[in-house]
Structure formats: C-alpha cells, structure tokens
C-alpha cells in the first residue's frame, strides 16, 4: 500500500535540512555558552571554519547555493517547546537545574547571527563574527553541515543499491568495532562524534548500536538532541576555545600567562564534580600543568587531546603525584583520533593506574574508508575555530605543531611565554 | 506520518506466507513436470522430506501448527493470471512457447495435493502421495518453507537492532562475494538457490545484488517468481528424480540399466539446445557415459552435481573426446557445494578447455554462517527426493556415497548393475 499523503508530503520538501534543532550540537558548548555568556558576554569573536584537509576540494564539491540554503535553515531554528523542557528538567552529571533559568531565557530568544560566505578557490570561507555567546553556537552546525553535504555529494552519485550495500558496510564495520570493545573489561565510553559526522542519520544509528552492544560501558554522547531523542547521558566539559579567546584578550604577557588558569577558574565557581575537567594541552600541556596552582590539581581528571596520549597521561599522573595527589582518583578522559586499538591499547595501559575514559569521534561517526572509489566518504580534518577576540587573533599550539593555528609571530611569542620547547610532529588523523 | 491504513492492514495478517506463489519454485521442475505429464503422467510417486543434518531437531525449532498453517497456504494457491501470461508469454532459452497450451491448462486448474506430516523424535516426516506431476511440485515449497520456518524461529529470538546488523553482515559477506567474483573474466553463473534459501526475501535481495554486482556474467535465475519479478532469465533443465523414478518403473535388470537413457531419449524429443544438458550422476558418472548411445554426446553440455567436480569434469571431457566430439564446444555447469574460492578454482581450470557455467544455491542465499551464537542460521542439508515410484522404492547413488539414498538391497543391485566400484566419501557441505 502505497501512502500517497506521505509520498506527496516528502515532493513538497524544499530542502532536506542537516541540522535541524539548536541542541543538534556538543554538550559543552551549551556548558560554556552559559559560562561565557556570564563572564564575557560582549566579547566580539571570530570563528572561521578551515579545512585542513586541503586535497579536498569542499567547493568543487558542495554547490554554494545549497551550502547558504542549510545555513540559512539553521537561522530560521530556534529553542522548540521540548528541548527547552529537557533542557531546564534533565539532570546533567547528576545535577539538576545545570542551566540557570536566565540563560534559559536567553536561549530560548536566540536566533544564530549572520555568517559570511566566500568561495576561495577549491575551498569556501566561512565565518561568523558577533558576541561571543551567539557566534560559537554555530561551530558544531557549521561542520555538520559541511561533512553531510560533502557526503551527501558523493552519495548522489550511487545507485539505490550501492547506497544499500554501503550502510550495511558501514554497519558491519561500526559493529565488529563494538564486538571488540566489548571485550575490554570496565570500558567507559561516550559518543564525540557530531562534528565530524558523516550525517545526523547515521551518528543517531551510531550511538544506538553503541546503546544495544556496550550497555552500561556507553555513558552517553555529546550530541544534545541524540541525547534528548534515546534517553541518554548528554556529555561534556569544556574546550580550547575558552583559554584560546581568554589569552587573546589578555592586555600583557603576564596577563596572557594567567590566562588558561582564569579559565579555569571561572568554570570552578560554576562547576563541581564530574564537570571539573583541565583540558590542559592549548599551549602544551607540560608547562601548564608545571605552573598550575594547587586548587587545579584538586579537580577529577584530565582530558587529552593531542599530542601522543600516552605522554599526556604519564605526565597528568606525575604531576598528580607531585601535588599529593592519588592519581587512582583521577579521570584521564582520552578524546584525539581514537580507533578501537588505540582504545585498548590505552585502556590496558592506564585502567589500573587512573580512572580512563574515553571520548569517542570521527572514527566512530564517519569510518567510511575504503567503501567508496578514490576514498570519496573517508573522514577529513575540518575545524571551527574562534580566530580573533576583539579584533586580536587567537593562538592555538597543542601538544602537535601540525595542530597548531595563529599568525607566526602570535605562535613565537606564546610559545616563549607558555615555555613550550621542541614539540613531536604527529600526523592529525581526523 | 504513520500510515495507519497500513498498520491495519498488517495487524490483520493471519500468517505471514512464506510461499505465496505457485511459481515461487524452480524452473526445471516445470519443465519436467511437463515432461512427466506428457509420458508418465499416471504415475503413482512418493515425495519425501529428508534432514540430512540431524543434529538440527527441526521438530523442536519449528511448531508444527505454524508449519501446517504454511503448507496449508500453498495449497490454496492457484496460477495467477500475471503468472500465467509470463508463462506462456515469455522466452525461455530463446523460444517461445516453452510450455504448451495444454501443459498450461492442466498448471492453470493445479492445487497442490494433500501432504502427510508426522512427528518423529526430534524431526517431521513430512511425505507427499499422488500423480507425479502433482506432488514433484511440493519440492521446493516444502523446503523452502522447512529452511524459512527454521530462520524465523532463530530471528524471532532476536532484537530489532541486532536483525538490522545481522542483514549488514550478511549483505556485506554476499557483497565481498560479488567483489571477487567481479574479477573472473568470462564468468556466468546462476541462481540456484531457491530449495535452501533463508528465506525468500533475502533470496529476492541476493538476485538484485547479483545483477547488481555482475552484470551479464550473472545469467539468470532458477527461481521462476523472482525471473518474473525482477525481469531475468528462469534458468534449469532437468534432476535426478527423472532417472530415479523411471528406473523404480523398470521391471527387469535390463530396463534399469536403460533407464537412465530412457529419460534423456524422452528429453531429447522435447528440448533443443540449452536444455540438452547431461545430468551424469544418479548411478555414477564414469559408467553412464561409457554406456551412453552416440546421441547423448551431441548434446549441449552436462551438470556436475555431485563428487569431485574437477574429476567429474575430466571425466566428461575425455568422454566427448572419445566421441569425436569437440570440448572447447560443450557446456560444463557445476552445481554441487559451490562457494567463491570453488567457482575461481574450477574457471581457472576450465574456462580455456570447455565452456564454463556456474549454478550456485545454498551459499548464494544461505550463507549465515557464523553470525549468531551456536551457528543457528548455518545452512543445513535438506532435501525432498522421490523415495518411491507405483510402490517401488527409488535409488540413488550420486558420485558420492554420502548423497546415497535408497533400501541397502536396491543399493547393491543398482551397483552392480550400472557397475559402480568404490566411490570416495566426500563431506555434503549443504
């Protein structure tokens, strides 16, 4: 029986809109909006998406109109009725009333601000500049939007079957990962996977096969509106982006060197528990942690994001012991270019040692390598990031020079400044 | 938008059918249902369904009212007009009017004969008695019914997630399949794999994955419903219940030892071309063909069915050189166990001397090996045979003694008289 309502419904659509919800993005970013939105609320940002994966062409691929149509959904969108619910009602972390009702009250008035758009040869600038609240709720649609219509592109090239065959790969693929980590005994894992997605459709499958094969070892994903629609943990802390436009601000170099720390204490007056993750490596992680002051190392983890993980996690639990601290209490959160080996390898190395856990992304949502001609669906490295802060620019180093970003006399000064010294190239995967 | 219609509808299924047509069958078993109808129409036979595999106690798997409730089904149906009109309409091996008017009107006024089902222990005997004409065309609906029963019994234990990556898994093995076969060059090769299929939907999805995945070198189908359906070729020509039933018919030592001939001199007055393929087998290759009139040399091809493939093979083609015959000129199709690694070997060692054709069954649309615990959708060997003609029991030796069927006397005495020696015991894969 045909459903001629249905079929006539679905003729109508204009667009097949990507991102189609305000809480379609990263937990943390709702976590830092409301903490920036206290702290820093007329702060003027830039953030600009740069894909650093330069063989791919984006704008050879995606059709500029069809780019303006989905951004342009995307400011049409504003706070439904239910996600405000589930915002003001759920628990996070085990707290309830995590968003205070005045930033409630913002969001549930927010539209997202302009951005601009430009073709620069094979590639498109895209930026939004504006208050700093409302310019970094676009970063995680900005990248969904482009990964799906980059999919999408090569996915309308296939036949109905092709296309069929493909997700059965893909789903054969997602669940032997799963079979695998199956067998890793005390596994703690979450979905980080929305920004570097390969569609909403397919990290919404994801993070169910993650549900059905891990129970309990799944603690949840950092995708709010995943986390709305299954019932599940929304996950999250916070991000290089608050210490990148802090430093930025900072008026003099001893300024700039209290920076990363301001950050975090502002966040330790908002935040307790589960929340109070260092995110430690934005311009190294060895001097940072050397010049932390004492209440840091009071906190519950760590988060590793760049750099060769293992030495991030040696170091955290070094200096954890050099404060007094029993690095057994400690969370090490492992969140860069993780695949199902690196999880066990990291997994057998630390579980006795610290609490591990693990922030699982682009090769969980987007491990499409190898199905297509010419890799076409492969994973690539695209990135939102806040560029200026009051019209200075901002500087990333990492614990990997290949991830760092910034003009090259902004890196030299930060580097003398943080200490950073000699730093192992490591090759950014997704 | 629910289609509620639709759900209504699907609520009030009494059963879901897993035969729904009385062309849901193999084509050759109506070619030689026409052919029995035209010469022994009269003839009393005994179809008979038997488990090979025992440790599969199909009476415990399956419910006996559920399984009568399917065979019920297939006694109610009748022709379709569509079904008809294809029939009568179409090409078959080039010719029009492959069946006849009055072959025709006899199929268009078919319902299927009752059936016997008894309770044995762990499995059914489940036995059809009539006109041969009508019970040969239980074969297949009886075993496709047994296989399906049987997966639905293991499906029904299993969520809906772990349904969905059970059929990825599955695409993806038939897929990677298609892949290698992709690279043998000048490759054609069949569906033969209505009789154990896992079920009809997803022998329907391995046909379309077929043309799909091989283009020309995949050249058609055995199963008459999915040829209409998907507009390909019905392929087959003819099985051993011919020989086994006209040798029970035969009276004395002499007419047995004709038999075999006697239905090939039957075939050879109806079919041309194509259809004049050699099934060697029933009372061992190696004597048939020494004894074999002129005649049958000029024959198109042969079937290896059982045995040795390679030896079966060789044997034909010093057969056809003795006659005077050209090799390079005649068709091989191999049918017995075929897997991927089997079909490269055998059209690598072939494809230059004869020409080569593949009819690949149970692991084609049954191939669930190792995807749930226990292996409980691993294929199975069942069969349906004619066990006895106008109350004679039937015989049949095959090229290999564990395919052997038939009282353990009736055994001897074929032997001796077709001659057969020691036969090597070769594992029946499916």
């Given at each position: 029986m045909v459903d001629i309502a249905t079929r006539v419904y679905n003729h109508n659509f204009k667009i097949d809109p990507i991102v189609r919800s305000l809480i379609d993005t990263d937990f943390y970013k709702l976590l830092m909006c409301q903490s920036v939105l206290r702290n820093k609320p007329d702060t003027i940002v830039r953030f600009s998406l740069i894909n650093r994966t330069t063989r791919i062409p984006l704008a050879n691929l995606i059709d500029e109109g069809e780019l303006r149509e989905q951004l342009d959904h995307v400011r049409s969108l504003s706070l439904s009725r239910g996600e405000s619910t589930w915002l003001r009602g759920n628990t996070f972390y085990g707290k309830r009333q995590m968003f205070s009702p005045s930033f409630m009250e913002w969001f549930e008035n927010l539209r997202l601000p302009p951005y601009e758009l430009e073709r620069k040869g094979d590639q498109y600038e895209l930026t939004f500049e504006g208050k700093w609240p409302e310019v970094m709720l676009w970063e995680i649609p900005a990248l969904a939007i482009l990964m799906e219509l980059r999919s999408r592109a090569v996915l309308a090239t296939m036949g109905k079957f092709e296309?069929?065959?493909?997700?059965?790969?893909?789903?054969?693929?997602?669940?032997?990962?799963?079979?695998?980590?199956?067998?890793?005994?005390?596994?703690?894992?979450?979905?980080?996977?929305?920004?570097?997605?390969?569609?909403?459709?397919?990290?919404?499958?994801?993070?169910?096969?993650?549900?059905?094969?891990?129970?309990?070892?799944?603690?949840?994903?950092?995708?709010?509106?995943?986390?709305?629609?299954?019932?599940?943990?929304?996950?999250?802390?916070?991000?290089?982006?608050?210490?990148?436009?802090?430093?930025?601000?900072?008026?003099?170099?001893?300024?700039?060197?209290?920076?990363?720390?301001?950050v975090l204490a502002d966040w330790h007056e908002e935040h307790s528990g589960n929340l109070r993750i260092i995110l430690p490596d934005t311009y190294g992680t060895q001097g940072f942690l050397k010049r932390a002051p004492d209440w840091l190392a009071g906190w519950t983890g760590i988060r590793i994001d760049s750099g060769d993980p293992a030495i991030g996690a040696e170091t955290a639990i070094r200096w954890w012991k050099e404060r007094g601290e029993d690095p057994t209490q400690k969370?090490?959160?492992?969140?860069?270019?993780?695949?199902?080996?690196?999880?066990?390898?990291?997994?057998?190395?630390?579980?006795?040692?610290?609490?591990?856990?693990?922030?699982?992304?682009?090769?969980?949502?987007?491990?499409?390598?190898?199905?297509v001609k010419d890799d076409a669906l492969a994973p690539f490295s695209l990135v939102c990031k806040a560029v200026a802060a009051n019209g200075r620019p901002t500087v990333k180093l990492s614990d990997n020079p290949n991830k760092a970003m910034g003009p090259a006399d902004q890196i030299e000064r930060y580097k003398r400044i943080f200490g950073v010294g000699t730093q192992k190239e490591m090759a950014v995967i997704v």
């Open positions: 296309l069929q065959v493909l997700y059965a790969r893909a789903m054969t693929r997602l669940w032997e990962k799963i079979e695998s980590l199956r067998q890793i005994d005390g596994l703690r894992i979450a979905d980080f996977g929305s920004r570097r997605r390969h569609s909403f459709l397919w990290q919404d499958w994801c993070v169910q096969a993650m549900i059905e094969g891990l129970g309990d070892a799944f603690v949840g994903t950092s995708n709010c509106r995943i986390a709305m629609r299954r019932d599940i943990e929304a996950i999250g802390t916070n991000a290089h982006e608050l210490p990148m436009v802090y430093s930025a601000l900072a008026e003099t170099d001893a300024e700039l060197a209290e920076a990363p720390y301001k969370l090490v959160i492992f969140s860069d270019g993780l695949d199902v080996d690196k999880i066990a390898e990291l997994h057998s190395q630390f579980a006795s040692r610290v609490k591990v856990s693990f922030g699982w992304g682009t090769l969980l949502t987007n491990d499409f390598r190898g199905f």
